[in-house]
């Protein structure tokens, strides 16, 4: 297969990139940064798949300033949904397959279970709701070979992410206020990779005209921000402490859902996958950020 995979400047395009170089490859990979596929014009779009043949796309790219989104929905929607919408359109005239990665801010957070790939969304913000219109756009034009995942809370050695901005807070002051009344599911972007790259091997994927589905990832458990900032800390064995306070003590431009947790069963159980618990793969992927003798092994 030639394999797209746009966003290769993003957690989850660098997490895949590197796993690609470090593994035999069966398939030719092609990573494209926003220099080379540009996703805020249609025509750019159009122009790039004139010239560059694919049998799969995965989509890493998106707009994800989930708080510049209230601001900038224009901007958000254009990457979220329009651009997304081109290349469904694209990858169903050319029979091209699709991977796009999506969110767990599709949900509002009520629940107070976890969530399965059936349960209705309701976005509470701009980036939720951009992100809810693609997928939405995906599933209407493809009715086959379009595989929607949604994961959460990602995280990497790559960019600006919540274990990059906890470090370094940890830095700068002696106690950190995290809020605690906002559950989910951290997720190691080269778990999602891996699994990505174990899911376009197996046979289940591979079958003609395969029904376009969402599914959920992330890693195993649940936690509260404070509860993963904590577990940062420990591993980093930082000096600073950590209080937990409300949503409400620590006000964003963006509304979040209090609890998104997402129901893994059906990705794991159709391809077979082994998911590991949030507190494992957070502590490999501090093992590879620091030097190893400051950090917490236990
Ligand atoms: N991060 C999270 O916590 C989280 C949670 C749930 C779901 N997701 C979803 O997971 C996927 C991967 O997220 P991520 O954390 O890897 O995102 P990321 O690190 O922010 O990377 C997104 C990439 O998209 C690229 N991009 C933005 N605008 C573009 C444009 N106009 N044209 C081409 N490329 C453009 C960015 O390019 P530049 O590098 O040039 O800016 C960036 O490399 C996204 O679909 C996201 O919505 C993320």
Known sequence: MFILVTGANGQLGKSIKNLVDQQKKSHSFVFVTRDQLDLSSTSSIQNYFETHKFDLIINCAAYTLVDNAENYQEEA????????????????????????????????????????????????????????????????????????????????????????????????????????????????????????????????????????????????????????????????NAKCTISPINTEDYPTAAKRPKLTVMSKEKISKEFDLKIISWKESLKYCMNNLSTPSTLNKD
């Open 77 to 236: 929607d254009m990457i979220n949904h329009i651009a997304v919408m081109k290349i469904a359109e694209i990858a169903k005239s050319n029979n091209i397959k699709l991977i796009h990665i999506s969110t767990d801010f599709v949900f509002d957070g009520l629940k107070h279970k976890p969530y399965f790939e059936s349960d209705a969304s309701s976005p509470l913000n701009i980036y939720g709701k951009t992100k809810l219109k693609g997928e939405n756009a995906i599933l209407s034009i493809m009715k086959f070979n379009a595989m929607i995942i949604r994961t959460s809370w990602l995280y990497s050695e790559y960019g600006n992410n919540f274990v990059a901005t906890i470090l370094r807070l940890s830095q700068k002051s002696s106690n950190l206020n995290i809020v605690s009344d906002q559950i989910g599911t951290p997720t190691f972007a080269r778990d999602l990779g891996q699994a990505i790259l174990d899911i376009i091997k197996s046979d289940k994927f591979n079958v003609f005209k395969k029904k376009s589905e969402i599914y959920h990832y992330s890693n195993e458990g649940k936690c509260s921000r404070y509860d993963f900032a904590k577990e940062i800390l420990r591993i980093s």
